[in-house]
Every structure is written in C-alpha cells, then in structure tokens.
C-alpha cells in the first residue's frame, strides 16, 4: 500500500498541486476576460442596432475562420512540441519556424483574398469595407494567438494573466469612446480590437523573449513536417467547430436577415466565451503540464480524470442556471431589442458545455500525435451539424439555431468518448458524478420551491448556487475517492 500511495502522490497528487498553483495565477485573467465578455453583450447592445449587432458578430465568425485556416494551428503546434525541442535545445530553430510558417501563411492568404475578394463578399455577405478592416486586423491576431501559445508553454502564467486584462480593457474602452464619439457601427469594434491587440503585442515580444530567439536560418525539414503534419489536422478540426457553432449566423442571415444574425450573435456571445473563458481556466494550466507528464512517460489518464471531475463540478451548475433563467438573464444584459434572444440561451450553453468538455475526451489524440482522429471526428459532427442548420434554421428560425448547435456539440463529445486510444482513453470520474447528482437533486428541490416564491431572479440565482456548493463541499467526505 505504501508503494501506491507513493505512485499517487508522485503521479498525480503532486501535478494537481502543480496544475492547482497554475490555476490560480490564470484565474485572473480568466475570471477578468469572463467579466469583459459579460461587459461586451450590454454595451454593444445598447450602442448597436441588432442588424449592426449582427454585421459585428458575422465580421467576428469571418475573422475567426480566416484564423484557424492561416494562423491558429501554428500556435497550437508550438505549444505542443515546445518540451520536446526544449530538451533538445532547439528552441531557436523551433521559434524561426513557427514565424515563417505563419509569415508565409499570411503572404498565401492576402494573395488568396485579393483573387477571390468577390466570393468573399457574397458568401459572407461582408460589406467590402468591414473585410478590409478584417484583413488588416487579422495580422495583430495571429501575432497575438503564436505569441500566447508560446507564453503558455514557458508556463509564465502570471504574464499571461497581465496582457489578458491590459487586452481586455483596451478593447472596451478604445472601442466604447469610437462608438461614442464617429458613427461607424460595428467597424467602431474592430479598429478598437486593432488598436489594442497590437499593443499586446508589443508587450507579448517582450514577455517572451522571442526576438531573442529568432534566427535567420533555413528550417528543419523533420521539423517542418512534424508541425504541419500536426497543425493541419487541427486546421481542418476547427473550421468543423466553426461550422458546428458559427456557420449558422450566415445561415440565418440567409433565410431570416441581419436582424435575427444580430439575435444569434448576443446569445452566442452572452454564452460561448463567458462559459469557455470560465471553464478553460482547468485546461489553460493544465495542457502544458500534461504535455510535459507524458513527454516524462507518466500516465496521465488519473489526473485528466480528476479534472474532468473539477470540471463538471464548475461547470453544470452554471449552465443549469443559465438555461432556467435565462429570460432574466437576456434582461439584464441586453436590450429590450434582444429579448427573443432568450430561446437561445439554454441550448447555446449546454452546446459550450459539451464543447468545452472535450478539451478533456481530446488530450489523447493530441498525445498520441493522431490528431487525424480528431479531424475525422470533428468533420462528421460539422457535415451533420450544416446539414441541421441548413434544414432547422430554414423552417424553425431561432430554435433551429438553437437545436442544431446543440445536437453537433453532443455528437461530437460522444465520439471523442467512444473512439478511443489505448492507454490514453478517458476515465469516467463515477464517484464525482454520483457527488454531483446527488447535490443535484437537492438543489432541484430548492429551486422548486423558490420558483414558486416571490423571491427576485437574481437572489434566486446567488442562493442556489450557494446552496449546491455548501452542500459540495460538507458531503465530499462521503464520496472520497480511491487513489489508484
């Protein structure tokens, strides 16, 4: 028993300790990111018309895809074999890399837009002057996603956590007084963004080091392959979640106009990234230094496990509250204009649920380096989840929406847990699921009988999540778990 003991505490209590400590030097920029998105949906509503409101949230869905098509998989590559070149020492080489790869991505992509620019403004259905603005602000963006990612793998959490929040403050403000004070609509929000992010990257070059690192050499050709041999798959895997979750604001513009692509960008935005800036908080700290357990050969499946646990403990009580109230909620932060948003909100949060949980069900195909799987995963779920647009949002409008993402995001977890690698698969946390539910069932209860009070929404809210938590924490002792 001592010697499992000691295989625990070395294998996974003294990483959660490690991954714990990391969490909270992220946690504030997580938690400030999550109060900024929150922020975003009240303000923009009220200064935006919501056909405004929806040229905004389709030039966001249009940037995004120009991302992940040319600069968001180097990153993410970057991140995942910085250890291994580290302890190679070829960080030098490694850094130069990434930054041709993603100057020449951009060089492809400005030569591609320039010839196909009229495709682009009918199938986006994009004014020609909000895609220029687009074109200009994707080069601080991509900066901005290679420079965090390398951030992350030098683990310095707490620089990360200041150029979120300078990020997040200089977007609102220098955005707000534009909206104020010269009448452009929604290209007031993407020069605000353009303005912003290129100071945080001014400060990211310097928090990293890079321009110490960077080499005027020729490129490992090893290295090259093992990048995009890893970063393509990812490429393709993300612009399938892009279809899943932001294709459908072109659909709906399409059948419903810019008004109802307005509804569907503020639910999106009061769901998607307040729920996944609260919930990456795990996976933030936690990737790198899993990366860095299995480039060790430790099993990690035991830790990935208890995240998984703290993850649905966080996070299902805040989509269950957000889906019975979420009328309030819309009132509360948006305007009157955006009410029939509200039908939106449960699905659309249940949908990031899913979405953000197989951060978890995926580690083994960024492990394994079988990141092929997960594209095979992702285009499935994306190619059901067009053809459910296309068919709900056509002739159910916003519930249409709303059951399509949700359906895409469910299937695409399911798959992630049932096709599987061999000494990588997910382990089921039974024993924090039964905790979970059982506080579940008691919580429902209350919420029976202050559903049928006179108590006000929003203290309703604060006394049930209060309740669930207390009632979490005073009852863990019953359902502790085995430690191997």
């Known amino acids: 028993m001592t010697k499992e003991i000691d295989k625990y505490i070395q294998e996974v209590a003294i990483p959660m300790k490690h991954i714990f400590k990391d969490m909270l030097k992220y946690a504030p920029s997580k938690i400030f990111g999550l109060l900024g998105n929150a922020l975003i949906v009240p303000i923009y509503t009220h200064l935006l018309s919501p056909s405004q409101y929806g040229i905004y949230a389709i030039s966001l869905a249009v940037l995004s895809f120009l991302c992940i098509l040319f600069s968001d998989w180097i990153g993410l590559a970057g991140l995942r074999f910085f250890r291994q070149n580290q302890l190679c020492d070829r960080i030098p080489k490694y850094l130069s890399t990434l930054v041709m790869i993603l100057v020449s991505n951009l060089c492809v992509m400005y030569l591609l837009c320039f010839i196909f620019k009229n495709k682009f403004y009918e199938y986006f259905n994009i004014p020609p002057k909000i895609f220029m603005f687009l074109l200009i602000l994707i080069i601080p963006v991509a900066i901005r996603a290679l420079l965090f990612q390398v951030l992350r793998a030098q683990i310095k959490p707490g620089a990360f956590t200041v150029s979120t929040i300078i990020n997040q403050i200089l977007t609102i403000g220098i955005a707000v007084l534009i909206l104020k004070f010269f009448n452009l609509g929604a290209a007031s929000i993407l020069i605000a963004m353009a303005v912003s992010i290129t100071i945080i990257d001014i400060i990211l070059i310097f928090q990293t080091n890079i321009l110490g690192f960077l080499r005027s050499e020729l490129p490992n050709l090893k290295m090259l392959k093992s990048i995009f041999i890893y970063g393509i798959p990812i490429a393709v895997a993300a612009i399938s979640l892009w279809v899943i979750n932001q294709s459908n604001k072109f659909i709906t513009t399409h059948y419903h106009g810019l008004s109802d692509a307005g509804l569907v960008g ?216 085995v430690l191997v």
Request: a positive charge; aromatic letters at 16%; one cysteine or more.
């Open 266 to 481: 503020a639910a999106y935005n009061m769901t998607f990234p307040i729920l996944m800036t609260l919930f990456a908080i795990i996976t933030i700290a936690a990737y790198p230094r899993i990366i860095n357990l299995f480039e060790d050969k430790i099993d990690v499946r035991p830790v990935i496990s208890k995240l998984t646990g703290y993850y649905m403990l966080i996070s299902l009580p805040v989509v269950t509250i957000m889906s019975l109230y979420a009328q309030d909620i819309i009132n509360i932060f948006a305007s009157r204009s955006y009410g029939n948003a509200a039908v939106l909100l449960p699905y659309f949060a249940f949908s990031a649920f899913f979405l953000s949980f197989t951060d978890y069900t995926t580690y083994q195909y960024h492990l394994a380096n079988k990141t092929y799987i997960l594209t095979t995963l992702k285009v499935i779920s994306a190619v059901i989840g067009l053809v459910l647009n296309i068919l709900l949002i056509k002739n159910y409008g916003l519930i249409g929406v709303g059951i399509a993402t949700l359906c895409s995001n469910l299937l695409y977890f399911i798959l992630t847990v049932i096709v599987v690698i061999p000494n990588l698969e997910w382990k089921i946390p039974f024993k924090r699921i039964l905790h979970i539910a059982v506080c579940f069932i008691l919580a429902a209860v209350l919420w029976y009988v202050l559903k049928n009070s006179s108590v006000l929404p929003l203290l309703q809210i604060n006394i049930l999540l209060l309740f669930y938590y207390t009632l979490f924490y005073s009852t863990r002792k019953f359902f502790k778990e």
